[in-house]
Nanobody
């Protein structure tokens, strides 16, 4: 198990940028693929991006490709989500989670565990 704490959310105007961080505790962080999800009010939690244990493989949802970049620093036990060209429809609570394996194995919430508490991102038009 790993404990996760997200930070970096806030209010930003459309077209702006934010960088989310997810700090992990525990010695096994580098063993897991990591993912970012988001949940808007009244909607289901949806996949945003994921990264393999080494950072060598990444995958993003079509809705954020070219705008969001996931990365990780295993020495700091942290995964990041750089969000550029933000749109009002990106408004949501953003969550990070750990995969069950080191490689990318799926984009469903069932493919991840140890969820953080979330950080709110609000994009104004």
């Amino acid at each position: 198990q790993v404990q996760l704490v997200e930070s970096g959310g806030g209010l930003v105007q459309a077209g702006g940028s934010l960088r989310l961080s997810c700090a992990a505790s525990g010695r096994t962080f580098s063993s897991y693929a990591m993912g970012w999800f988001r949940q808007a009010p009244g909607k289901e939690r949806e996949f945003v991006a994921a990264i393999s244990w080494s950072g060598g493989s990444t995958y993003s949802a079509d809705s954020v490709k070219g705008r969001f970049t996931i990365s990780r620093d295993n020495a700091k036990n942290t995964v990041y989500l750089q969000m550029n060209s933000l749109k009002p429809e990106d408004t949501a609570v953003y969550y990070c989670a750990a995969g069950f394996r080191g490689v990318l194995a799926g984009t469903s919430t069932a493919d991840f565990h140890s969820w953080g508490q979330g950080t709110q991102v609000t994009v104004s038009s």
